[in-house]
């Protein structure tokens, strides 16, 4: 195999295995996006950029049915550079008339789904019918709908070209002329077979949104196609050859009919606020939060959805008097050019509290004429709450007061958390040495029931009478008891035959040999003469156990930081106090940078981002406070200040509510029970599952966070593929990317793309 043959199969494998995820689209249409009964059409799937690791997958919902599939490949080499698609065709039938719409269609590539839009599709009871115009090649069919219109009432316009052969070339077509009227930009060509006098023809047809600006009879002028006719050479023309036996062509234009229409003018009598909204129309009053504060601006929205002259519907007058209103804006979301779909204009307001207290703001007097019913009509969406808090932010050359949450608790940027593992060492170590002199003194023991034996073996061996009976006495209870113990209670028969002998003897019951007994206890407590145990090594590592806990303690406890670090922190606080805040900022974001991870220093620039206004960096502190410290009163306080001015949507906890002394202090205490509860397994476990629970909490919230972190949104920005905006300060989810642009979940439902610039990772 030569090189270049290599080369060109490692290019060929790396195209097959899909290129980077970031680089992958897919899009799906149909060929036709109406059809009848008994006819078909094509989804095409392609996916370029990558290559799908499994068939795609999508459901079809009941009516249609799924005739044949395939695929292909292609691949090319551009600058250098191999990139490569796929393509799928599925061929769809349809056994009921209805609308239906297909996907989103799934395609995984590597990791990671992509999926497309959803497709929509008409099928017909019956094939189509249009009119018979004429009997040449082609007809131009130009109809609106309605012909009587009001003045601003939407209108359809709908351009057929109706063939009757096939053309040589694809025909040049011109639109009519629309005077008098504001045009909505035309959907896209759509070809069908339609019934014409009992012939099939083949009908492409495209639609346009019309709006009569101007009452009195109006003209919609014609539409003209230059269309291309082949014709076969005659073979009974002589001279036919001259031509190569190349097909004549021949040129003609088709002109549609001007069609006329009566515009009617608005009744009289229209209230005040109407505006010129002519259709149906529902509204949405809405707020982006239901609390604030008197210095930090909300946005309130007014959703106008429905069908009519949504392009030209211009915006109400928000006037009220607990508001002032600083900004507005326009969004569209139209329908489709066929004009049969709703669509939405939202209106923007950002405003600004004048008053403390609970408001209640009402929308906008927003006033539309319905042509259905032939009357003004208008809608009141219930009013608005919202909770407005004290100031919050100071003005421009204002001095900023450092909050008191702050000014009570000095901060120490440099010193160091207890670590939970090191503290249940520790506390392990501390319950080995408190076991281990607790066994020394058991040893102790043990020496003081030596002495008794040996005491007795002696007198056994010296005395007579009674006195050597009372010994034997004694001797063979303890014996007895001794025994029982080894023996989980049981006991020894032949102890007890020998004591009651002992007894009888002692009280005169009976002569006794003593010599026989003397004999068999002295056997006896030799063979349970406890052994000579002193301790000491028992004791020796009970004390180096407890100087192991004492070290571990001070290494892995809590440490203060740098003098430097506290006194450059307690600076830049009086610098917050005096008024300048911007130094302050750059001070306590100094200390950051360098490494100084402290929950004070995130809070501090989470309040220095809220006083300059900037919500998105605000929340994105807090965020990185809470990573750090479970329970924090300052990021706490500052917290609830930036959910008052909008931030923190969609946030969820980083961690438990648990600090790290609080782990390290757990830790250290099930430590010390595992160690003590030694030998009694089943507790010992259990209290070292608690100590691992508290010593492993925090490393695998971090690795949780790792793998799942959040993305907070620094500027306003709408969600591309859903029909939402973000605001700043909102906490998002980051699922895919492409370039310049992430695939962003929003919520449970809401997932579109952004531009990479208006979001903010916590980083470090």
């Excluded at 497709?119 to 109809?143: F, I, K, M, Y």
């Excluded at 492993?696 to 969600?719: I, T």
């Amino acid at each position: 195999m030569t090189r270049w043959t290599r080369a060109w199969g490692l290019a060929l494998l790396a195209l097959l295995a899909g290129g980077p995820a970031g680089a992958v689209s897919v899009d799906a249409r149909l060929e036709r996006t109406t059809i009848s009964l008994g006819e078909s059409t094509t989804l095409v799937l392609t996916v370029e950029g990558g290559q799908a690791t499994e068939n795609p997958r999508f459901d079809l919902p009941a009516g249609l049915e799924l005739l044949g599939s395939g695929q292909s490949r292609s691949m090319t080499w551009t600058n250098g550079t191999f990139s490569g698609s796929t393509i799928y065709r599925y061929e769809i039938g349809a056994t009921a008339p209805g609308h239906y719409s297909l996907g989103p269609i799934l395609v995984r590539v590597g990791r990671q789904v992509w999926k497309s839009g959803v497709l929509s599709l008409e099928v017909a009871a019956a094939a189509a019918r249009v009119p018979a115009l004429g009997t040449g090649p082609a007809d131009l069919l130009v109809t609106v709908e309605p012909r009587d219109p009001y003045v601003g009432q939407p209108m359809v316009l709908r351009v057929r070209l109706v063939q009757r052969i096939a053309f040589a070339e694809d025909p040049e077509y011109s639109p009519p002329v629309t005077t008098g009227f504001w045009s909505d930009r035309p959907s896209a060509p759509e070809s069908f077979y339609a019934d014409q006098s009992g012939a099939q023809v083949l009908v492409t047809e495209t639609r346009t949104r019309l709006y009569p600006l101007a009452s009195g009879p109006a003209t919609i002028g014609e539409a003209t196609a230059t269309v291309v006719l082949g014709s076969p050479r005659d073979p009974t023309d002589p001279l036919s050859w001259l031509g190569g036996g190349v097909a004549r062509r021949t040129v003609q234009v088709i002109r549609s009919r001007p069609v006329r229409v009566t515009v009617r003018p608005l009744p009289g009598g229209a209230p005040a606020a109407f505006a010129g909204a002519v259709g149906r129309y529902e509204l949405a009053w809405t707020a982006d939060r239901g609390r604030t504060s008197r210095d930090v601006p909300i946005t309130l929205r007014l959703d106008v959805r429905g069908t009519g002259n949504l392009p030209l519907v211009r915006a109400p007058v928000l006037d009220d008097p607990n508001l002032e209103v600083f900004a507005a804006t326009v969004e569209d979301s139209l329908g489709g050019p066929s004009g049969s779909g709703a669509g939405r204009k939202r209106f923007q307001w950002t405003v600004l509290a004048r008053r403390q207290g609970n408001l209640e703001l009402s929308a906008p007097e927003f006033v539309w004429f319905d042509p259905a019913a032939g009357q003004y009509r208008g809608q009141n969406p219930p009013p608005v709450r919202l909770a407005v808090g004290p100031a919050l932010l100071k003005g421009a050359g204002s001095p900023s007061l450092l909050p008191p949450v702050f000014a009570r608790r000095p901060i120490d940027p440099g010193e160091q958390p207890p670590r939970p593992w090191g503290c249940a060492v520790a506390g392990v170590a501390l319950g080995a040495a408190i076991a281990a002199w607790r066994g020394s003194r058991r040893g102790l023991v043990h020496g003081g029931h030596r002495d008794r034996v040996l005491a007795w073996a002696r007198a056994l061996e010296t005395a007579s009478g009674s006195a050597f009976w009372q010994v034997a006495d004694e001797a063979c209870a303890w014996l007895e008891e001794s025994e029982a113990r080894k023996a989980s209670g049981a006991r020894d028969g032949m102890l007890e035959a020998l004591r009651s002998r002992i007894s009888a003897a002692r009280y005169g019951q009976g002569g006794g040999e003593p010599e026989a007994v003397r004999r068999v206890m002295s056997e006896r407590l030799s063979k349970a003469l406890p052994p000579a145990a002193t301790g000491l090594g028992l004791r020796t590592a009970a004390v180096a156990l407890a100087l192991a806990a004492v070290a571990g303690a001070i290494v892995f406890g809590p440490h203060a930081g740098d003098d430097r670090d506290e006194a450059r922190a307690r600076a830049a606080d009086q610098l917050a106090r005096s008024g300048d805040l911007d130094r302050a900022r750059s001070a306590w974001y100094a200390l950051w940078r360098e490494g100084r991870r402290h929950p004070g220093l995130a809070a501090r620039l989470a309040w220095g981002a809220i006083e300059a206004g900037d919500v998105g960096h605000a929340a994105l502190w807090v965020l990185r406070g809470e990573r750090v410290a479970g329970r924090d009163p300052g990021i706490t306080w500052v917290g609830e200040r930036v959910r008052e001015g909008g931030g923190l949507v969609g946030a969820q906890p980083l961690r438990l509510p648990v600090t790290s002394l609080e782990w390290s202090f757990a830790a250290a205490l099930f430590g010390l029970a595992a160690a003590l509860a030694w030998p009694r397994a089943r507790l010992a476990a259990l209290f070292a599952l608690v100590t691992l629970v508290a010593s492993g909490a925090e490393p695998a919230a971090a690795w949780l966070l790792a793998r799942h972190p959040p993305v907070v949104v620094v500027r306003a920005v709408g969600l591309e593929g859903a029909d939402i905006g973000l605001e700043p300060g909102q906490v998002v989810r980051v699922r895919g990317s492409n370039g310049d642009r992430l695939l962003i979940r929003a919520g449970r439902v809401a997932e579109g793309w952004v531009p990479r610039s208006a979001v903010e990772p916590l980083g470090r």
